[in-house]
Structures are given as structure tokens and as C-alpha cells.
């Protein structure tokens, strides 16, 4: 059997536990519930039938006076003008520019050949981008060509036509750059 000293132990624990659960809730006067609340979102948005008319003006006139035009002012009967038009007027020549085309001597490319495989052409063209050279491809109706530059120093691509002539055993051929029809 328990001794009586366990007994008023358990039997403390029990009411202490009892007023620490309870008594806040009896002394806690009037209890609120709070609820949130959600407003849910339309799925589609409700149109009104209603719409806003505008009412569209006509364009007013200016009346003020400008600041070109003669200002009257009337003295008694008359009418006398205190400023008076003095626009000057002036000649504009136009002169005609002559168009000059100055792209004409100022560039050089290297034509290196002429392939009839675009393919060939393609990768002789990846293999000097490759060696750092300005390596183009020109598609022709029967073949490809092969172009190296433009570049503006003509004797820079002389050097470079025989560095080609070395790597491809072609003998390339120096032109002018045309940059409307290259």
C-alpha cells in the first residue's frame, strides 16, 4: 500500500496540474475566437456592363496674338498699328553634293581559289581562321570562293599570299575590295 506521504504527492501534483490547465480558462473572463478569413479569388474577373463613354472635343482656335503679327492699339476713333511686320526674308541656295565613293581604293582582299565542293571550301576556311587568318567563303552559282580579308594595308596581304602560297600550294591573286559587291 502507498504511504500516506506519496498519496498527498500524487494528490498536489493532480490539483496543481488541474489549476495550471483549467483556472486560466475559468478566469480568462470572455473568451474570443479568432477565425481567419479568406477571400477567395474569382477565376474570371466580372465584367461590368457599364463603360465609361468620353465625350471627344472639337479643337479650339488660339486668339492670342502672335508675336509676329501687328499689334493695333485704338487712340479716340482711330486705329493705329504699333508694331509692324519685320520678317526678313532670306535666299537659300541649295548646292548639290557629288556622292563620292570612297571605299573604292581603300581596301584588298586575297582571292586564294575557286572549289566546286562548298564543303572543301568550308573547312579550308575553318583551317586558316584557325592559323589567324581573315578567311571568308563567297558562294557562287557553280562554285565557292575562298577570301581572305579585306584589309586596308596592301602590303600586308602581299606577305600574307606568300605565307597561303606555302600552306595551301595555291597560288593566290591580290584584288580590290569592292564593299558593295565584294
Known amino acids: 500500500m502507498a504511504s500516506k506521504f506519496q498519496s498527498r504527492l500524487v494528490g498536489t501534483i493532480v490539483l496543481v496540474a488541474v489549476g495550471v490547465?483549467?483556472?486560466?480558462?475559468?478566469?480568462?473572463?470572455?473568451?474570443?475566437?479568432?477565425k481567419e478569413e479568406f477571400a477567395s479569388i474569382p477565376l474570371k474577373p466580372e465584367i461590368s456592363a457599364e463603360v465609361d463613354s468620353f465625350e471627344v472635343l472639337e479643337p479650339?482656335?488660339?486668339?492670342?496674338?502672335?508675336?509676329?503679327?501687328?499689334?493695333?492699339?485704338?487712340?479716340?476713333?482711330?486705329?493705329?498699328?504699333?508694331?509692324?511686320?519685320?520678317?526678313?526674308?532670306?535666299d537659300v541656295a541649295v548646292k548639290p553634293v557629288p556622292e563620292r565613293n570612297e571605299y573604292a581604293d581603300s581596301a584588298w582582299i586575297i582571292q586564294l581559289m575557286a572549289l566546286k565542293n562548298a564543303d572543301n571550301a568550308r573547312a579550308l576556311v575553318a583551317d586558316l581562321q584557325k592559323r589567324g587568318y581573315q578567311a571568308h567563303v563567297k558562294q557562287e552559282s557553280?562554285?565557292?570562293?575562298?577570301?581572305?580579308?579585306?584589309?586596308?594595308?596592301?602590303?600586308?596581304?602581299?606577305?600574307?599570299?606568300?605565307?597561303?602560297?606555302?600552306?595551301?600550294?595555291?597560288?593566290?591573286?591580290?584584288?580590290?575590295?569592292?564593299?558593295?559587291?565584294?
Open 21 to 34: 490547465i483549467i483556472l486560466p480558462d475559468l478566469l480568462d473572463g470572455k473568451k474570443l475566437h479568432y
Open 142 to 182: 557553280t562554285f565557292t570562293r575562298v577570301i581572305i580579308g579585306p584589309d586596308v594595308s596592301k602590303s600586308k596581304l602581299e606577305k600574307q599570299l606568300v605565307e597561303l602560297e606555302k600552306i595551301t600550294g595555291s597560288k593566290g591573286q591580290l584584288l580590290k575590295f569592292k564593299p558593295l559587291n565584294p
Open 60 to 90: 479650339e482656335e488660339d486668339t492670342s496674338v502672335l508675336p509676329d503679327s501687328p499689334v493695333q492699339a485704338t487712340v479716340g476713333d482711330e486705329t493705329v498699328a504699333t508694331q509692324e511686320d519685320t520678317r526678313d526674308v532670306v
